[in-house]
């Protein structure tokens, strides 16, 4: 309930529903209806304020459904001030869970994958006992300090330095990973997407297309990249989003040795747990549009959003705002905004995009031919499964006929072609 001074408290009390003699019936939020009118025999089930499945519920839609949707207040969840006076569930007694043997040895499995070839993958599984041994040892005393970053430079799809772990940090980041994550995910929107499950590049510009086809093509969309996005982390404010949930202080200082970094801002890129924080960090920002704004369509894959159906004069007062939000709350800046009408189409994580179709860069196209004709099957099959459910697979199956490189994939790839 709100309170006359406007604080929001949660009220427990007891929920009626359900038949306790037919279990399929019974419960919260549950009502027996197999009865006729005329039958006056009426079972009403009820359970008490402290049943484990309410605590669950009430915990799991606090922020971001039971307030919206039970008291009607809105709020900006996230943000400092929709956080005063709000006691968020917070998790404690992390860390054993992290170093257990058992979330240690499944870590190492979620580590190796695809790097098995990697020589430092073979020579920790070599002595596996005494490298794991060591590593848990490290961990319980105290003492552990991830080792020094093989530094490189990508440039594609534009410049960036690469900060490469050793294999047994990258064990210790799964292992906060395969913990962590669960708490952070039941906060994130649906629409946020990127390095979670069945949340990818496709994901994405799928349900983008989607909301254009629902949007008049004549509307507009808000298209807008944040400017350096992982180099611009203030690592205090991210502190505080980890402690929002996590009050295990041994958890919150293993999670930061992993956001240490040449410069005052920012978290390396290349640590599994950087993608991480990159959902967290712009979590709030999800909450704002979706809660203050009420922007119904809208997809965020990291750091590149879209806005979509707006209005002309929506276009130009949601990109002030949160231009101003992120300045104010987050610390950062937009690289570019792009405004223009839905039928113009939408380039956005590797697509362009439209009502009527979709089809893969340019750029991506031109890779594929000339790893077709340097017969690079690894590649060709990442770049087919890149551009499954596109228009551009027809225009890819005439590429590999030329080059003669359709007898020389992997026969599941050759089926899904014909």
């Keep these: 309930m709100v309170t006359p001074s406007g604080t929001i408290r949660l009220c427990l009390c007891p929920i009626v529903g359900g038949n306790w003699n037919n279990s399929g019936l019974s419960g919260v939020r549950t009502r027996n209806l197999n009865n006729v009118r005329s039958n006056s025999n009426n079972n009403v089930g009820g359970r008490d304020c402290k049943s484990s499945y309410f605590k669950k519920w009430i915990d799991r839609d606090m ?72 590593l848990i040892l490290e961990l319980r005393q105290g003492t552990y300090e991830p080792k020094p970053y093989n530094k490189f430079i990508v440039y594609e ?9 050793a294999f047994r940090d990258i064990v210790v980041q799964h292992a906060l990973y395969r913990v962590v994550y669960p708490i952070f995910e039941k906060g994130f929107i649906t629409q946020s997407h990127g390095c979670r499950k069945h949340h990818g590049c496709q994901s994405a510009s799928e ?18 990249d944040i400017r350096k996005y992982f180099y611009s982390f203030d690592r205090a404010a991210l502190k505080g989003m980890l402690e929002r949930k996590i009050k295990d202080k041994a958890v919150i200082d293993l999670l930061m040795q992993f956001t240490k970094y040449d410069s005052d801002k920012g978290v390396p890129i290349g640590n599994l ?50 231009t101003d939000f992120l300045k104010s709350e987050l610390g950062l800046e937009l690289s570019k905004a792009t405004r ?20 893969v860069r340019k750029y991506a196209m031109h890779k594929f031919r000339r790893a077709c004709k340097k017969q690079k099957v690894e590649s060709i099959a990442s770049m087919l499964g890149h551009a499954k459910n596109t228009q551009t697979i027809p225009y890819y199956k005439r590429i590999l006929e030329e080059c003669d ?4 994939l992997p026969t599941k790839i050759q089926r899904s072609l014909t």
């Design 273 to 322: 747990l950087s993608q991480l924080y990159g959902l967290i960090y712009l979590n709030p920002l999800d909450h704002f549009v979706k809660r203050e704004l009420k922007v119904k369509n809208y997809v965020r894959y990291v750091d590149d959003f879209v806005l979509v159906g707006l209005t002309l004069e929506q276009s130009k007062e949601y990109l002030s705002r949160i």
């Design 405 to 408: 490189m359709v007898q020389k």
């Design 63 to 134: 922020v971001s459904g039971f307030l919206a949707k039970y008291t009607k207040t809105s709020i900006v969840v996230g943000t400092a001030e929709a956080l005063k006076g709000l006691h968020l569930k917070r998790y404690g007694n992390l860390y054993e869970e992290v170093i257990s043997s058992e979330n240690m040895f499944n870590a190492f499995r979620d580590s190796k994958n695809n790097k098995r070839n990697k020589k430092t993958v073979y020579q920790f599984e070599l002595n596996f006992g005494k490298e794991m041994g060591d």
């Design 207 to 224: 349900y983008l297309q989607t909301v254009m086809r629902d949007s008049d093509p004549e509307s507009y969309f808000l298209q807008l």
């Design 157 to 165: 799809p534009k410049k960036r330095e690469i900060f490469a772990p």
């Design 340 to 359: 223009a009408k839905i039928k113009r189409g939408i380039n956005f994580v590797g697509y362009r995009t439209w009502q009527s179709h979709r089809l």
